[in-house]
């Protein structure tokens, strides 16, 4: 950052110069044009006196009013002893009277000498500012582009400015990134050791259960047997939860989603007593792994919760899901969407779920520029909404 800083501070001195040089110019024209003006003045001066002396000096205000018209210079005739003016041009007449010519002023310039100097200045210290600026200005692009990436989930992202004017910036930002990177895959590759080291326990438990079952009663065993497949459920889930952090790598299908958002509902429709209604009629800009992930959580959610309708439907870019059961409290509405958060009150951990569900959703559906929301539909339970 010092030697931008140093970058600017000379070429701020270079256009100060440059701009110096041009009114220096300017105001050599203009003492070239006030000499060239003196002189003119010296010869009209000499050449009126010559007229003047020819006649008698009773005569001379009649002559030099004759005069004045071919002159375009003011000269007067001051008697013997009037003192001298500073910087005064005159010549000696007779009798010691002398004719002297008004003092010469500087000239005021031209406007088109205005106008180039001005002109020329700017495009001077633009020049500059330009050739300096531009390198920076493309560094801090490059800088942008890499932090949208970032931003959009593509955590291998990298600015590489090399040595350009904010090198040591573009430096830093890559050695953060990859740090982040770094952090995120170690996180990743933890939660995927530790959830197949949690399974293989789980499975022998299974495996133990059975044998147990004749003994200790299909009851007991039964009961155990629900809370592994919560445990095996969670540890799905997280790994799932790991998946939707990374940006999408199939293309959005919208052309086959229709059929995703239907096979999903067909293979749900018995899981629940309620009834199951599907208008899906329009295609979506998704792709189609994520919408089967996204129907599958929030009608598994909609069928936990209703009383005796689910409806799902797709119009206008939104897939909206909606039931009949207690809904979602208003104060809970936005951390209803937060992983491990099972609700309060009317929709609570006794109707099944480990509380990433709807968490997995917001993900997946933000992957696609997408955002989900809840409100109160009009069969009187909640209604979530994905809206593309």
């Known amino acids: 950052m010092r030697a931008l800083f140093l970058r600017l501070l000379a070429g701020a001195l270079a256009a100060l110069v440059a701009v110096q040089v041009l009114g220096g110019l ?32 009773a005569e001379w205000d009649a002559e030099l009013h004759a005069l004045r018209p071919s002159l375009a ?28 010519a008004d003092p010469v002023g500087h000239l005021p310039p031209p406007l088109r000498w205005i106008v180039a100097q001005v002109v020329l200045g700017a495009l001077a210290m633009g ?17 942008e582009a890499a932090s949208r990436r970032i931003a959009g989930g593509e955590l291998g992202a990298r600015a590489r400015l090399g040595d350009g004017p904010v090198g040591d910036l573009g430096a830093q930002f890559d ?14 590759q933890l939660l995927a050791a530790v959830s197949h080291e949690i399974r293989t326990p789980l499975a022998r438990m299974r495996f133990q ?56 509902c067909r293979r749900m ?26 129907v599958e959580n ?22 909206v899901v909606e039931d009949d059961g207690p809904g979602v409290p208003y104060e809970l509405r936005e951390r209803v969407f937060e992983p491990f958060h099972t609700g309060e009150k009317s929709r609570n ?24 929301g809840v409100d109160e539909s009009p069969l009187g339970g909640a209604r979530f909404t994905v809206a593309f």
């Open 127 to 143: 020049g500059v500012f330009w050739w300096l600026g531009r390198p920076v200005l493309k560094d801090l692009e490059a800088l």
């Open 298 to 319: 929030l009608v598994s959610n909609a069928q936990r919760h209703a009383g005796s309708k689910v409806r799902v439907t797709v119009a206008a870019g939104r897939l």
């Open 209 to 264: 259960l059975e044998t147990l079952r004749d003994t200790a009663g299909d009851t007991a065993v039964d009961r155990l047997d629900r809370e592994l497949d919560a445990i095996d459920d969670l540890l799905g889930e997280l790994l799932e939860m790991a998946r939707t952090e990374q940006p999408p790598l199939e293309a959005p299908e919208p052309g086959a989603t229709v059929e995703v958002v239907n096979a999903v």
């Open 349 to 372: 951990r006794a109707l099944g779920g480990v509380g990433l569900g709807l968490a997995l959703v917001k993900r997946a559906a933000e992957r696609w520029g997408a955002t989900v």
């Open 73 to 100: 210079v003011h000269l007067t005739i001051v008697p013997p002893h009037a003192p001298y003016l500073p910087h005064e041009r005159s010549v000696r007449l007779t009798d010691g009277a002398r004719l002297v």
């Open 26 to 57: 300017w105001a050599g024209q203009d003492r070239h044009l006030m000499h060239v003006q003196e002189e003119l003045v010296d010869v009209k001066l000499d050449w009126a006196a010559e007229r003047l002396r020819a006649v008698p000096p």
């Open 175 to 188: 050695t953060m990134a990859e740090r982040v990177e770094g952090l995120i895959d170690g996180q990743k």
């Open 269 to 294: 429709e018995g899981l629940s007593t309620a009834a199951l209604e599907v208008d899906a009629a329009e295609g979506l800009p998704i792709g189609t792994k994520d919408l089967a992930r996204i």
